[in-house]
């Protein structure tokens, strides 16, 4: 699965740019061209990263910036600002605000996906990790196989993707939108029971003998890998 990356740009022509390049890279690109509406969008959906530009209309990349910082499931959310001020001193207030890259237009399109790429790596190892463990159970991507205390473990195409979002974010709770909106994709209408019938098939074949759930369900909020298990497994 690719990082999902929103841009928040309201420059037409930067805004079709960087989303053809960011998507040749294998990303998941969304748009939006108001700072407002980007707030918004940001309750409902954290991305892995956030390119934000920093005069926007409805409300600026600044003061966006900020308000992303002060909230406790955006602390560490990757953010890298665009700006016309090539000015040191707007420079360094952009990135006292919390952006944790600054890019002054025009800029050169592979640097910024250069920065793009290390910060990720930065804040995210595990995207670019080739197998993905947590306790006793591993999943190897390049051989797309899964394995539970170095027992195989046969998941469907679904259950495997579930299984692979959750290591890769050990610990955060997704709601069932969020898992439907990562896992099965935004243009995939299905009712968010499935998520819970899905979750289900998971927890039977990797416990199939009552061993430690490694998935943990969190009334009124979704489900998260249960970072508890980490320490009771094995």
Same mark, same amino acid.
């Given at each position: 699965?690719?990082?999902?990356?929103?841009?928040?740009?309201?420059?037409?022509?930067?805004?079709?740019?960087?989303?053809?390049?960011?998507?040749?890279?294998?990303?998941?690109?969304?748009?939006?061209?108001?700072?407002?509406?980007?707030?918004? @969008?940001?309750?409902?959906?954290?991305?892995? &990263?956030?390119?934000?530009?920093?005069?926007?209309?409805g409300l600026?990349?600044?003061?966006?910036?900020? @308000?992303?910082?002060?909230?406790?499931?955006?602390?560490?959310?990757?953010?890298?600002?665009?700006?016309?001020?090539?000015?040191?001193?707007?420079?360094?207030?952009? &990135?006292?605000?919390?952006?944790?890259?600054?890019?002054?237009?025009?800029?050169?399109?592979p640097e910024?996906?250069? @920065?793009?790429?290390?910060?990720?790596?930065?804040?995210?190892?595990? @995207?670019?990790?080739?197998?993905?463990?947590?306790?006793?159970?591993?999943?190897?991507?390049?051989r797309h196989?899964?394995?539970?205390?170095?027992?195989?473990?046969?998941?469907?195409?679904?259950?495997?993707?579930?299984?692979?979002?959750?290591?890769?974010?050990?610990?955060?709770?997704?709601?069932?939108?969020?898992?439907?909106?990562?896992?099965?994709?935004?243009?995939?209408?299905?009712?968010?029971?499935?998520?819970?019938?899905?979750?289900?098939?998971?927890?039977?074949?990797?416990?199939?003998?009552?061993?430690?759930?490694?998935?943990?369900?969190?009334?009124?909020?979704?489900?998260?890998?249960?970072?508890?298990?980490?320490?009771?497994?094995?």
């Amino acid at each position: 699965m690719g990082a999902r990356i929103l841009v928040v740009e309201d420059e037409e022509a930067l805004t079709t740019l960087l989303r053809y390049n960011l998507e040749a890279e294998g990303y998941e690109v969304e748009t939006v061209v108001r700072g407002d509406e980007a707030d918004t @969008r940001l309750k409902e959906r954290i991305p892995d &990263l956030v390119v934000l530009d920093w005069m926007l209309p409805g409300l600026s990349g600044i003061e966006l910036c900020r @308000r992303l910082r002060a909230r406790s499931d955006t602390r560490q959310l990757p953010i890298i600002m665009l700006t016309a001020r090539g000015e040191e001193s707007e420079r360094v207030r952009g &990135l006292a605000t919390g952006a944790d890259d600054y890019v002054v237009k025009p800029f050169s399109v592979p640097e910024l996906l250069a @920065r793009v790429k290390s910060l990720l790596r930065r804040a995210s190892p595990a @995207r670019l990790a080739s197998v993905l463990s947590f306790g006793d159970i591993e999943l190897d991507r390049d051989r797309h196989r899964v394995a539970r205390s170095g027992r195989p473990v046969d998941l469907g195409p679904t259950e495997y993707r579930l299984l692979e979002f959750f290591l890769e974010h050990p610990g955060r709770v997704f709601s069932r939108e969020q898992l439907l909106d990562s896992v099965w994709g935004r243009d995939v209408y299905i009712d968010e029971r499935t998520v819970d019938v899905h979750i289900g098939r998971l927890r039977k074949l990797l416990n199939p003998d009552g061993e430690l759930d490694p998935i943990r369900t969190v009334r009124g909020a979704g489900y998260a890998l249960d970072e508890q298990f980490a320490s009771g497994a094995g």
